[in-house]
């Protein structure tokens, strides 16, 4: 039987990790210039966590977890996102507590959804997020809005739109609640069966329904921002105070509404018209959850933070990227037995003096071996033959200057160095 990776998945291979590490490399310097640390929490959790934190009626709790039982039988689901499993670490590990009151966290890894592959859309795919918990703050709001865009103009994204809009505080959102199932009301039996059961539960789900988005009542459906408390307003247009300030461009979207339940006040995406992702993608988003940390069992604690999906920002990243500085500093060409029991002294002699160095397992000739050098960007190319063995030297090759010279065996380090040294080209 020929084995399949399962569907929706896809392996990362040799020829685009390289990518993967430029991008994560990327994102981990946008980090540490905003002062925000990593923390890695588990692949998988017990699914209650995601059941109390992302919402039992949001289509990826009811319909796109991964969920089994453990051998002990208890219920344990691979993460669908990462701020469940983040903000239950915070609690369980008492960061609240931590002398610095706003504690700024990121993730990147994988996250596993039961959807429908489709292109952009995988069942393992990978996420990058950051969470800013402890503060209330249109000012912390601003600063993850600000980090999002900066990533994506790392990125060199054309045509980026951020998104925001408020859902408002408890107060807010219950007005809202009532305004929603006031509207949908005559036409309830005109919605799908999901909807009955969200309009009595949840009936901000109704609005990111993929069975009813083009029911007219949906168009006509009332704006978060219309049912906004004092308080919530203040909050909103602080932020919008700030973008101004910092011109950074927005756009008041009272559409958006996310599909994770755990939002309140600020939600916000970033949308690009790049062709290289297509008209109208979303690349990432998020917003505010000050209910969260609560709900979870720790203290009341404002938290706001947003993800954003790795795959839709390595296409961002473009094919373009220069992978010749990734070239091994030595390639060692052995040509017989002797010359390979040589080569491996060598070789590992220059892997403990930090040189990357790689050389042929596989006996071939000289033309198969060059093209080996080749293939690695090898900045040398070492050749061993039975006469080099005989005199105690190699021959190394510049393959940028082209230059050849017999180096002795204990010079070869320092030969190195010294090309290097005067090769203005080599970082
Ligand atoms: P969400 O956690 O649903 O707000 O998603 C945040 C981002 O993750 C989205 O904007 C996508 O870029 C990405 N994403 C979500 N689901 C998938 C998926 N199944 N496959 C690939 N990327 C995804």
Sequence with gaps: MAYKAPRGTVDILPTESGKWQELEQLLRTICANY???????????????????????????????????????????????????????YVENKLYGMPEKLQKVYYMGPMFRYERPQNGRQRQFHQFGV??????????????MLMAVTVVKALGLKNIQLHINSLGDQE????????????????LNELCHDCQVRYEKNPLRILDCKVD????????????????????????????????????????????????????????????????????????????????????GGPQTPGVGFAFGMERLMIALGDDHD??????????????????????????????????????????????QFKSADRFHAHFSMIIGEDEVQKEVVNMKCNHTKEQVEVPLENIVEFIENHYEGDHDHE
């Excluded at 807010?172 to 009301?185: G, T, V």
């Excluded at 040509?335 to 029991?341: I, N, P, S, V, W």
């Design 213 to 296: 988005k083009n029911h007219p009542m949906m168009q006509t459906a009332p704006k978060t921002i219309d049912y906004l408390s004092d308080n919530a307003k203040a909050h909103f247009e602080k932020v919008c105070a700030l973008l101004d300030d910092l011109e950074i461009d927005y756009v008041v979207d009272p559409n958006l509404v996310r599909g994770l339940d755990y939002y309140s006040h600020t939600v916000f995406e970033i949308i690009s018209d790049d062709p290289k992702l297509g008209a109208g993608s979303t690349v990432g988003g998020g917003g505010r959850y000050n209910g969260l940390v609560e709900e979870l």
């Design 35 to 89: 002062n925000v640390k990593e923390m890695r929490t588990p692949i998988f959790e017990h699914t209650e966590l995601f059941n109390r934190a992302v919402g039992d009626t949001t289509d990826v709790v009811s319909k796109e977890m991964y969920t089994f039982e453990d051998k002990k039988g208890r219920s344990i689901t691979l993460r669908p996102e990462g701020t469940a499993g983040i903000v239950r670490a």
């Design 323 to 368: 992978d010749d500085d990734e070239g091994l500093d030595v390639y060692i060409m052995p040509l017989g037995t002797e010359a390979k029991d040589l080569a491996m002294q060598i070789m590992t002699m220059l892997r403990a003096n930090g040189f990357t160095c790689d050389m042929d397992q596989c006996d071939r000739g000289l033309k198969g």
């Design 131 to 144: 969470e800013m918990l402890g503060v209330e703050s249109p000012y912390v709001d601003v600063e993850c």
């Design 172 to 187: 807010s959102r219950d007005a809202y609640r009532e305004a929603l199932q006031n509207h949908f009301q005559p036409v």
